[in-house]
Structures are given as C-alpha cells and as structure tokens.
T-cell receptor
C-alpha cells in the first residue's frame, strides 16, 4: 500500500509569485485535505476535496485554491504569495467511510 | 468556531516514566478526537483516535481518555522510550465538519531522557 506523497519537498518563491503544490493520496482514498503548518504551530485546515469538489474550507483567502483529479490526486495553488505564506503545507487523505486522516511528509514553502 | 487548547507545551520525562498530555475543546458537537505524533522533518502520524461514544481506548503503551461533559481528552503514554520523543498534537472535528476538517492544538514537545 502506497502512502501519501507530496511534491516538491522544498520550494523557494518570491513575494507576488504563484505556486502549485501536489499531493497523491493513499491507495483506496478518495478524500484529500490540505493544511498549513507555521513553524511551532499546529496544522491549520485550508480546504478539503471529495470526489473532485471542494467539501469544506477553513479561514483562508480565495488566493488559496485547489483541484482534485479523477485519480484523487490533488493540487494546492497559491497566488500573489505573501511572506506569511512561508510554512509547511501538508496534505492528508482519507477514505470517505472512515475518519482516519493520513498525512504526507509536506512541502516546505519559503517566500522571500 | 471550534477551539482546541493543549497543555503542556513542553514535557520532559525519564525513560520508563509515564507522560500525559491534555486537551480541551469548545464545541460540544465535536465527535472525533485523533492524536498525532510529528517527528522532525516529517508529516504528522496518526497514533490513536477516539470517538464520542467511547470513553477510553488503548493501544499497547498508548491510551486516550475522553470526558464529553468536561470537554477534555487526554493522551497517556506509559513506559516511555527515547523514540517517543516528538511533538504530539491533539485535534477535534468542529460542528458541521467532516472528519477531514480537523482543528489542531498547538502541540506538546515531548522529550524522553535515557
């Protein structure tokens, strides 16, 4: 069974740029959630995708957007990057009939 | 909205001792409470979870208790080992949220001294 994978591992961008992060869900899972984890903090929910539709959103502005593909992999897009967007971005997948969330290793984004 | 408070922020124990981490939540409708372990440079790893129809759950050296009346839940680790050293997060699902919409505490850094 393949776990949750994310790419890239690290990324450096400058303020105002756009970034796309990718996530492949665990085999058999059809739900993907994205979280932002600032240094020394707990993860904060950004949004969730279920069957290619957004299924819940946290307190993040519209410049954070996402997609889910028919194979249940997902992308997180962030436009007009700000310095405060520097964080570890985590993807978690789950099967819709079970509650357990399984996280990937994350993408470390640095905005200069 | 839901708010999760976690204490202590740091915890240092001797190998073999027990460790207890406590969390409180604000939304009485929350019904799913997972605990995650995060090692340096890695994503959070689910170690145990509990649902609101259960008061206690054990898995080897790890146990979680839930008091819905008081709106708090705790993680208990017995016979701690150096490899238990990590940051531990509690979480809860808010009202109306799927179990993917988790609200996390700020974490507890556990250090187990050999």
């Amino acid at each position: 069974e393949t776990g949750v994978t994310q790419s890239p591992t690290h990324l450096i961008k400058t303020r105002g740029q756009q970034v796309t992060l990718r996530c492949s869900s665990q085999s058999g899972h059809n739900t993907v959630s994205w979280y932002q984890q600032a240094l020394g903090q707990g993860p904060q929910f950004i949004f969730q995708y279920y069957r290619e539709e957004e299924n819940g959103r946290g307190n993040f502005p519209p410049r954070f957007s996402g997609l889910q593909f028919p194979n249940y992999s997902s992308e997180l897009n962030v436009n007009a990057l700000e310095l405060d967007d520097s964080a570890l971005y985590l993807c978690a997948s789950s099967s819709s009939w079970r509650g357990e969330q399984f996280f990937g290793p994350g993408t470390r984004l640095t905005v200069l | 909205g839901e708010n999760v408070e976690q204490h202590p922020s740091t915890l240092s124990v001797q190998e073999g001792d027990s460790a207890v981490i406590k969390c409180t939540y604000s939304d009485s409708a929350s019904n799913y409470f997972p605990w995650y372990k995060q090692e340096l440079g890695k994503g959070p790893q689910l170690i145990i979870d509990i649902r609101s129809n259960v008061g206690e759950k054990k898995d080897q050296r790890i146990a979680v208790t839930l008091n819905k009346t008081a709106k708090h839940f705790s993680l208990h680790i017995t016979e701690t080992q150096p490899e238990d050293s990590a940051v531990y997060f509690c979480a809860a699902t808010p009202l109306g949220g799927s179990q993917g919409n988790l609200i996390f505490g700020k974490g507890t850094k556990l250090s187990v001294k050999p």
